[in-house]
C-alpha cells in the first residue's frame, strides 16, 4: 500500500464498510464496544494482504470478523464465569444496532427486535444479504456453507419475519415494496 | 404483507456507524504496520543491543559455526550433497526468514530456585550453591502479514553466592 495515496482509499473503503461489519460483528460480541475491536483487527488485516480493497475479496474479510468475534466471545465468556465468581459482572450495554431515524424510532425497535430473535444462522444470513449486500455465493464464501444452505436459510428467515411482523403492519406503515426494475 | 415487503423494511434500517475512535485507531495500526514493513531491512541488519543472556547464544553461534566447519573439511561421502550444492540450492529458495522478521521482545522469566547447600571453597569462606532455572523468551514478527514467531529456551544456571554468618 502506498502510505501517502493508499491513506483515501482505505477511508473511502473503511467509511463504507465499517457500519455493515460492525453489525455483523455484533452478533457474536456482548457489546458494541467488542465488536469495534473486532471490525478493527479484522480490516486492518484484510487491508495489509489486500491493499486495494478489492471488493472480490470482502467476503473473506465477513469471515474474519467471524473468526475474530468468536475468539474474542470464547475469551469474555471464560472472563464473565471468572468474574461472577468473583462477585464481579460484566457491564451491560444496550447501544442500538441501527441508526434509525427519528419519526420511525419505534418501527426501528419493532424490526430490530424482529431480526434479533431470529436463530443466530438465519440472523447471519439476514445481516450478510440485507445489510452487506452480499450474494449468496459471497456468503456461502464468507460463512464456509453451501449456497443451497444460504439460500434456504434467507427462506426461512423472512418466513420467521412475516409471521412476527404481520400483526405490526399498521404501526410498521408497510408501503408496498417498489417494482423491480427490469433490465 | 410479502417477501419483497419484508426486504424493504429492513432496508430502510441503516446499520449504526461506528465511532470516529474506530476509523483513528484503524488509521493507527495500518501506518504503524507500514513503518514496520518500511523499517524492516534496517532494523533486521542493526547490531541489537547486547544483554547477558547473549554471551550464551554467542558461544551457541561460535559451537555452531566450529561444528560447519568441520563438517566443510570432512571428506564428502558418496550420494550425499556437499556443502557447496546444500548452499547452492539454499540461495535459490526465498529469502531466509531472518531478513523479513522483526524482533519484538526478549524476556527472562524465573521459573525455580534450587538450594545445592552451604559448601566451603576454603575453611573461613562458606558459600551458597544455587540453580537457577528460566525460560528465555524471544519473539519476532513478519510485518508482511503479522505473523509471530516465538522461541522458548530453557537455562539452567548455576549460582554461587558467598555467606556470611553474623
Known sequence: MNSTAGNEDWQACFQELAPKLLLYARQWTTSAADAEDVVQMAFVRWWQRNPGGDRAHVPLLYAAVKTIALDLHKSATRRAKREAASDFALPSEDAPYFDPPVEDRESARLLERAVLDLPPEQREVVTLRIWGGLTYAEIAQATGETTNTVASRYRYALNNLHRVLEPHREDLGAAPAPAPVVA | ?166
Not at chain 2, 16 to 43: G, H, I, M
Not at chain 2, 68 to 90: D, F, H, I
Open chain 2, 1 to 166: 404483507m410479502n417477501d419483497a415487503n419484508v426486504e424493504h423494511l429492513l432496508r430502510s434500517l441503516r446499520p449504526a456507524a461506528p465511532s470516529a475512535e474506530l476509523t483513528q485507531r484503524v488509521e493507527r495500526d495500518l501506518k504503524l504496520a507500514a513503518l514496520f514493513r518500511d523499517a524492516a531491512p534496517a532494523s533486521v541488519t542493526a547490531k541489537p543491543k547486547r544483554t547477558v543472556w547473549q554471551s550464551h547464544l554467542t558461544w551457541a553461534a561460535i559451537g555452531a559455526a566450529a561444528a560447519v566447519l568441520v563438517m566443510s573439511v570432512m571428506p564428502a561421502r558418496p550420494g550425499l550433497p556437499t556443502g557447496s550444492e546444500l548452499t547452492n540450492q539454499s540461495q535459490t529458495t526465498e529469502a531466509p526468514l531472518t531478513d523479513r522478521i522483526l524482533p519484538v521482545s526478549s524476556s527472562r522469566e524465573w521459573v525455580d530456585v534450587e538450594d545445592g547447600g552451604i559448601s566451603f571453597a576454603t575453611p573461613d569462606s562458606p558459600q551458597r550453591q544455587m540453580r537457577v532455572h528460566s525460560l528465555e523468551r524471544h519473539q519476532w514478527i513478519d510485518p508482511r502479514d503479522g505473523a509471530e514467531y516465538t522461541v522458548e529456551v530453557p537455562k539452567v544456571e548455576s549460582v554461587v553466592l558467598p555467606v556470611k554468618y553474623q
